[in-house]
């Protein structure tokens, strides 16, 4: 079992930043892939970034490359989602996720946390 616990969101106007944190405990946290997924009110969870258990292989999703970073710390078990130029568009609740291989779709996750609730303002 590994659990996951996400933190850092908020409020924030439109063009600000947040930095999500997303802890691991368990089993091995670097023997697994992690992704950050979003679910906005009324709409299907959506891929945002994933990162190989080693951080050499990222992705991210079309709508927030160049904007969006995604990095782990091994040592410290935690994976974080930087966030910056924010639009109205990225209010979601943000799910980190962990897995045995990186990928941008949900169902190939093991692990989920709780979500953590981003608001960006316009």
């Known amino acids: 079992q590994v659990q996951l616990v996400e933190s850092g969101g908020g409020l924030v106007q439109a063009g600000g930043s947040l930095r999500l944190s997303c802890a691991a405990s368990g089993r091995t946290f670097s023997n697994y892939a992690m992704g950050w997924f979003r679910q906005a009110p009324g709409k299907e969870r959506e891929f945002v970034a994933a990162i190989g258990w080693s951080g050499g292989s990222i992705y991210y999703a079309g709508s927030v490359e160049g904007r969006f970073t995604i990095s782990r710390d091994n040592a410290k078990n935690t994976v974080y989602l930087q966030m910056n130029s924010l639009k109205p568009e990225d209010t979601a609740v943000y799910y980190c996720?962990?897995?045995?291989?990186?990928?941008?779709?949900?169902?190939?996750?093991?692990?989920w946390g709780q979500g953590t609730q981003v608001t960006v303002s316009s």
């Open positions: 996720a962990a897995g045995t291989a990186v990928s941008g779709i949900g169902d190939t996750y093991d692990y």
